[in-house]
């Protein structure tokens, strides 16, 4: 079990108590210091015959190659696997090929794209030993800051926050580098598996406008009503240019259930044409708005 955030809450949260970092669209992995390395495992649970060290966040082996491990020191560490921006298909697919020890193909040259981008140290036990600091994330980072590390496996960047303003800059020149958002980590708390708000996400919220083209039938708890309706989008108007067609279709959910009543043969609250707004957190790789759900009618 690896940390977990919650989302950002500016009426719960004091900035000042946290440190800023970019949210990258990794596969998380967490190092346990190499205590379980070469050790042999349950196939079917843990998905290999033999540990490497390296976990993911579903507790898997990822199988990176012997020259990969042995570039991380011996206590434990808790980042994400990462290639470039865009690219979390990628290094998801990337690991869990060859996680497969049937694989024959050059693992060096896949894994030299791969990079561990380092935030964390974590505390626990394992296998009747304890690792990690069991101390607050401020003394992890600067203890992350005093290792000669290398371009494939380093700590990314924090930035001490101030203010709301502050995080708003900092966020800012997130998405205009491409980035889907920011981390923050509280400052004076210390690593612990599960979810808590040690560590927040937060991720900027777009609009775009539409028209209702069509809809999907809701399924399970749903069924008789409207599941999803589909909204034709000018790529214009979207944050950024989906490259393929002028004109986006676009599936939108995050509706009530009266918004969803079906009256002769089509949703009763939205006749075709009908403008809306909606909502989105970013791009999917081939350039459709991630996690769109509607907002309002646009009067």
Not at 73 to 92: A, H, K, N, Q
Request: aromatic share 14%.
């Amino acid at each position: 079990m690896v940390m977990l955030a919650k989302n950002f809450d500016p009426k719960k949260h004091l900035l000042s108590n946290y440190f800023a970092s970019e949210k990258f669209d990794g596969m998380r992995a967490l190092w346990d210091g190499g205590i379980t390395r070469g050790l042999p495992i349950d196939k079917k649970k843990f998905r290999g015959k033999y540990s490497t060290g390296l976990w993911s966040r579903d507790q898997k082996v990822i199988h990176a190659p012997e020259w990969w491990l042995d570039q991380l020191p011996d206590y434990p560490l808790d980042g994400e696997l990462w290639i470039d921006r865009g690219c979390f298909e990628e290094v998801s697919g990337l690991a869990r090929r060859i996680s497969d020890p049937d694989n024959t193909y050059d693992h060096k040259s896949e894994w030299n794209k791969i990079k561990y981008l380092v935030f964390d140290i974590p505390h626990f036990e394992i296998l009747g030993h304890k690792v990690g600091y069991a101390r607050d994330f401020k003394y992890n980072y600067s203890k992350l800051q005093e290792k000669d590390w290398n371009p494939l496996i380093y700590p990314i960047i924090q930035e001490e926050l101030e203010d709301e303003d502050h995080l708003e800059w900092f966020l800012d020149s997130v998405i205009e580098l491409g980035g889907e958002g920011a981390m923050l980590r509280h400052k004076d708390k210390l690593w612990v598996p599960r979810r808590c708000d040690h560590i927040l996400k937060v991720k900027p919220k777009f609009d775009a406008e539409g028209v209702v083209v069509n809809w999907q039938p809701g399924k399970g708890r749903l069924e008789g009503m409207m599941g999803a309706l589909i909204i034709r989008v000018n790529r214009a108007d979207l944050y950024a240019i989906c490259r393929s067609y002028e004109w986006v279709d676009v599936k939108i959910s995050g509706f009530t259930d009266a918004e969803r009543e079906i009256e002769n043969g089509w949703p009763k609250f939205f006749p075709k044409e009908t403008k809306v707004t909606f909502q989105y957190n970013g791009f999917t790789n081939t350039g459709y708005p991630r996690e769109a759900r509607y907002l309002r009618i646009r009067n």
